[in-house]
């Protein structure tokens, strides 16, 4: 919505002499509004296409009534509802009859002189219509429902992310920031975008944590740096929970870039033979103002020769933004085999 200045209110710049000026507008939009433009044009890489094969689970739903089944799911409910349908159609005629009889009787058993054998006819008819009602059966086999249940086709969980992000004493407190802004962003364009995504959060600095969300955002905990910790843990829970098969694996992982030099080769090894065969998008963001060192070169050769690897630069807090939609842009969703 566009409003303009109400007249009551001051202009927000002064008249000038020859009449001009400027008028204040506001735009007002909503939250939902807002995050559907900050995520235009955004899609997780690849999902699509590992959807196709992706293990299809059947489960048991409940889908309406039977008139067949066993006993445990007779619906008594149901059936009585049936059992009063049944027997309100079979007697409404007969009762119209009987009301109007009952009524004649009555006319005629108050009249003078007395017409006995009328009375007699009328009571005996009556009589034989009260009988074929009380004959329609209270319950019936054709009233009967059961519950029914089918089985679908249930997909498995679309996809996991994994969070990884370095916490070591050289992410000083405004790189942890941006890398915290970072995943803020992540986090909420997977639960606006998708509605069947994992996260899985894992801290590291010389050893690696898996942990909830508050701890990843706000725990203190930090420490030295190796950063195939990290990269081993992730391996460890894909191997335990999520099956590249029945799971869209991404991963996510932010760091200053600065490690132990033996230590990167490491960490070129394990994503080359074992994270990058499984996983459908791999995106790296190197936070730092200063010239990148060893794993920003190793992770050079993985881009290379991967095409579902992604790295970026990130200086300042207005490079989180444009990474972001550059890292997962739908122009970068390109399918994979």
């Known amino acids: 919505m566009v409003r303009a200045r109400p007249a009551s209110q001051p202009a927000s710049q002064p008249a000038s002499q020859d009449g001009e000026g400027q008028d204040e507008f506001v735009f007002q939009i909503s939250k939902d509004e807002y995050l559907d433009l900050l995520f235009e044009d955004l ?35 149901r059936s009585l509802q049936n059992s ?10 007969k009762r119209r009859e009987l009301h109007a009889l009952e009524e004649n009787l009555a006319i005629i058993s108050n009249s003078e002189p007395t017409q006995l054998l009328e009375e007699e006819r009328l009571r005996k008819e009556i009589a034989e219509l009260r009988a074929k009602i009380e004959r329609v059966p209270f319950i019936d086999t054709f009233d009967l429902r059961y519950k029914n249940y089918e089985k679908r086709p249930d997909p498995s969980s679309q996809a996991v992310m994994f969070c990884l992000m370095d916490v070591s004493g050289s992410m000083d407190q405004s790189t942890k920031d941006m890398a915290k802004r970072f995943y803020i962003l992540l986090y909420l364009f997977l639960s606006r975008t998708y509605k069947n ?28 740096t190796i950063v195939s910790s990290a990269l081993k843990l992730m391996d460890e829970v894909v191997k335990e929970r999520y099956n590249p098969a029945q799971w869209n694996i991404y ?29 459908r998008y791999y995106s790296y963001i190197e936070i730092t103002r200063r010239a990148h060192q060893t794993l920003w070169r190793e992770y050079e050769h993985l881009q290379s020769t991967f095409d579902n690897f992604a790295m970026q630069h990130i200086r300042d807090q207005d490079d989180i933004y444009p990474v972001f939609r550059e890292l997962f842009h739908k122009q970068n969703a390109t399918a994979k085999d």
């Open 251 to 279: 991963a996510a992982q932010a760091s200053d870039g600065d490690n132990w030099a033996d230590d990167s080769p490491l960490c070129h090894e394990i994503l080359a033979k074992k994270l990058l065969p499984v996983v």
């Open 43 to 77: 899609a997780l890489p690849n999902l699509k296409q590992n959807q196709q094969r992706q293990l299809t689970e059947y489960k048991t739903h409940r889908a309406g009534y039977t008139a067949n089944g066993v006993p445990a799911n007779i619906s008594v409910v």
């Open 84 to 93: 009063l349908a049944r027997r309100t159609a079979m007697t409404a005629g």
């Open 197 to 224: 995504v994992e996260v899985v959060y894992i801290r590291h600095h010389t050893q690696a944590k898996e942990v909830d969300e508050h701890e990843f955002f706000y725990s203190q905990e930090t420490g030295g």
